[in-house]
């Protein structure tokens, strides 16, 4: 293996690493909505669920969550042929890669409704453009088939927030 492809497929594995590490702390994270309901309820204040925190970028939130979930898919196809010291994916998994974590990026502005998910919204299809398009050399593999359609899907939706 090349000393280049070795650095960069160690530090997409910390970039994974480091990604599932915050995802599973933020399944484990209780945002306290049983105890603010039941104190609400008790002190005469309707929360009325999230009425009262509207979620403009909702769809583009879920459209760049797709494309974690199938970047990261894609990446451990790429990493597999990596080990069997087959490079032909290389830039399809450095294209992964910043996808992964661009598109994460996004997620998570466009959840706290960020006054920066428009201008991030604009950098991310242009990301996912290039991971479309570094997919779409790959046709016959499920995972960069499912990663380019999420890309697809979140070019589109990035497109209407901006």
């Known amino acids: 293996m090349e000393r280049r492809n070795f650095i960069t497929a160690l530090g997409a594995a910390a970039g994974l690493a480091s990604l599932a590490t915050a995802r599973a702390q933020a399944a484990d994270h209780d945002h306290g909505h049983a105890h603010g309901e039941a ?7 309707d929360h009325g669920g999230h009425a009262d925190h509207p979620a403009p970028f909702s769809a583009l939130k879920e459209a760049s969550a797709r494309c974690v979930a199938t970047g990261n898919d894609c990446l451990g196809h790429c990493f597999a042929m990596l080990a069997m010291k ?15 974590h661009a598109c994460a990026a996004l997620e998570t502005l466009a959840a706290v ?3 920066h998910t428009r201008a991030m919204a604009r950098a991310v299809a242009d990301i996912c453009t290039a991971c479309e398009t570094e997919c779409a050399k790959f046709p016959d593999i499920a995972a960069c088939r499912a990663c380019r359609e999420a890309c697809r899907t979140c070019v589109a939706e990035c497109r209407k927030t901006v």
Do not use: E, F, I, R
Not at 39 to 45: D, F, I, R
């Open 86 to 100: 087959d490079t032909s994916m290389a830039a399809c998994m450095k294209a992964t890669y910043d996808l992964v």
């Open 113 to 115: 409704n960020s006054p």
């Open 39 to 45: 104190h609400g309820q008790a002190h005469g204040h």
